[in-house]
């Protein structure tokens, strides 16, 4: 789902951008650990599900128009939110990072 506005005031001199956003991501690919006994650490697959929701704003102005020349400028403000709902059948960690390689 996303949901948008886009304002402009004064001629469109000064101009808002607001964005909201909720994305829900599934199968997404993961490695799932094997048993040792297996031969293989670990195995590719894709399950889980993640959640995504953000909101982002930016106003813009125009400073100055002269003939063919301008100055513009702009601020952008943003927030994005992302929660691990679930990593499939039988996962209880997801290992991002194992700098041992152990």
Do not use: H
């Not at 994305?23 to 094997?34: C, G, M, W, Y």
Request: charged fraction near 20%; glycine fraction near 10%.
């Amino acid at each position: 789902m996303n949901s948008g506005l886009s304002m402009g005031f004064l001629r469109d001199r000064i101009n808002l951008d607001v964005t909201y956003y909720y994305i829900q991501s599934f199968d997404q690919i993961l490695d799932a650990p094997l048993p040792a006994s297996s031969g293989a650490s670990q195995i590719e697959i894709n399950t889980g599900k993640l959640e995504n929701r953000g909101i982002e704003a930016t106003i813009g102005a125009t400073i100055f128009t002269r003939g063919n020349s301008y100055l513009r400028t702009s601020l952008n403000l943003a927030r994005n939110r992302n929660f691990v709902v679930s990593l499939g059948d039988g996962a209880e960690i997801l290992e991002l990072a194992n700098i041992w390689g152990i």
